[in-house]
């Protein structure tokens, strides 16, 4: 499980995953698990930079400050 508490994420804060892409929060869903995020970078398939979708908590590696 990820360290990061996904109840506390905001929109607009972004976001490391497991397989070394950035993300934004576009909507926290408030249960904890998941988020709505949009891939900002995405090292290991770069077809998915821009596109949005639901991210996991257990995928969330750590929140990146500024």
Do not use: F
């Not at 900002?40 to 257990?58: A, F, K, Q, V």
């Amino acid at each position: 499980m990820s360290s990061v508490h996904l109840m506390d994420l905001q929109p607009g804060q972004r976001i490391a995953l497991k397989n070394q892409a950035v993300c934004e929060v576009l909507e926290n869903m408030g249960d904890g698990i998941w988020v709505q995020v949009r891939y900002i970078t995405s090292p290991s398939d770069p077809s998915m930079e821009g596109s949005e979708e639901l991210c996991h908590c257990e995928e969330v590696v750590r929140v990146i400050d500024g």
